[in-house]
Every structure is written in C-alpha cells, then in structure tokens.
C-alpha cells in the first residue's frame, strides 16, 4: 500500500513564498509521475503542477513562472516551492502518486494567503 504525507503548508501575506514537500512510502513502481492538486472553497480540485521520474514537468498557466516542482533527494519524494504567492492561491494543496497502477493522495496541507 502506498502512503504520501505532505507538509509545509501554512499562512502568508501575498507576495510570500511557502515550500511544500511530500514523500511517498511503500512499493512503488520507478517509473511514476508525483505532483501538486490543490482545492480552494466550492471549487474542484485542479492541477498546480507535476514532474515524471524523468524530470518533465507540466505547470498550471497560473502558477507558471511563481512555481517550482522538483524531486526531492531522497527517493518518492517531491517539493513545490511557491513564490509571489496570490490571495487566489489559497486552497488546500494535496500530493499525488501516480504509477501504471497506483493514485495515490495525500492528506492535504492548507495554504492560506492573505492580502
């Protein structure tokens, strides 16, 4: 079974910068994709940004150029670094594992920016 547990969440003034980071356990297949979903208040739950085992990556057109996604050192591990943060961006951030037969979340770290 797989388990993600993600951190880093908490309160900033807009213009701030916050980290999150996730790291996966269990048996996990090498080849995977890991990112970033986030869910603000009476809205779905939509894409910030993911990166491949291999290293691409794909951004959300409104955090391009405000977010880093990277793979952390240690293995199943990933880390979205966020600038310039927005009021728009508050939402609960949640980690994501996806391999050819795992989905796997994790259990969500509220952002919460204020203006």
């Known amino acids: 079974q797989v388990q993600l547990v993600d951190s880093g969440g908490g309160l900033v003034q807009a213009g701030g910068s916050l980290r999150l980071s996730c790291a996966a356990s269990?048996?996990?297949?090498?080849?995977?994709?890991m990112g970033w979903y986030r869910q603000a208040p009476g809205k779905q739950r939509e894409l910030v940004a993911f990166?491949?085992?291999?290293?691409?990556?794909n951004y959300a057109d409104s955090v391009k150029d405000r977010f880093t996604i990277s793979r952390g050192n240690a293995k199943n591990t990933v880390d979205l670094q966020m600038n310039s943060l927005k009021p728009e961006d508050t939402a609960v951030y949640y980690c994501?594992?996806?391999?050819?037969?795992?989905?796997?979340w994790g259990q969500g770290t509220q952002v919460t920016v204020s203006s």
């Open positions: 994501n594992l996806r391999t050819i037969n795992v989905n796997a």
């Open positions: 269990g048996s996990i297949f090498s080849i995977n994709t």
């Open positions: 990166i491949s085992n291999g290293g691409m990556t």
